[in-house]
């Protein structure tokens, strides 16, 4: 490929897009709750471009818009603070851009495949949400498991 040349990104491909939690725990034994984290705000969407099988699923490489520049980032971040796991058709050419250059293959999986992943990262992130922290939650509790949990 010369200079002038640059390879384009598909038009559309299937990714794992999910939400970061609101608040997480925080700290010795979970007692102190922050808002989102250090790369994204709360609620924000991500990208999912890969994960870690060999390590269970616990780290995800994302993309999404960051905390204090706006500017969409790629990083590396916890399953348990995401929530909300569903396959989305992804037309943005900076996020497909993005994902062809972390290089991560995992930008055209097909619909079915992405479904299948976002099942199994829901299932995986809420489970290690819960078992994160030994200890009991901290009274009063806003983080994810509270707030979606509680009754009314």
Request: proline share 7%; net charge positive.
């Amino acid at each position: 490929m010369t200079d002038g040349e640059r390879e384009t990104p598909p038009e559309q491909a299937w990714l794992v897009a999910a939400n970061v939690v609101r608040w997480r725990r925080y700290g010795d034994g979970g007692q102190e709750l922050r808002p989102g984290t250090k790369s994204y705000r709360g609620g924000s969407k991500v990208h999912v471009v890969s994960t870690y099988p060999g390590m269970a699923h616990e780290q995800l490489t994302t993309i999404g818009r960051g905390r204090h520049t706006g500017t969409y980032i790629t990083i590396d971040m916890a399953t348990r603070n995401l929530h909300t796991f569903r396959a989305v058709p992804v037309h943005s050419p900076t996020v497909l851009r993005l994902c062809e250059e972390a290089g991560a293959g995992g930008c055209r999986p097909s619909r079915q495949d992405a479904e299948e992943l976002a099942v199994l990262l829901e299932r995986l992130a809420a489970e290690y949400r819960t078992t994160s922290w030994g200890s009991p939650h901290p009274q009063p509790c806003r983080c994810h498991e509270c707030l979606t949990l509680s009754p009314g």
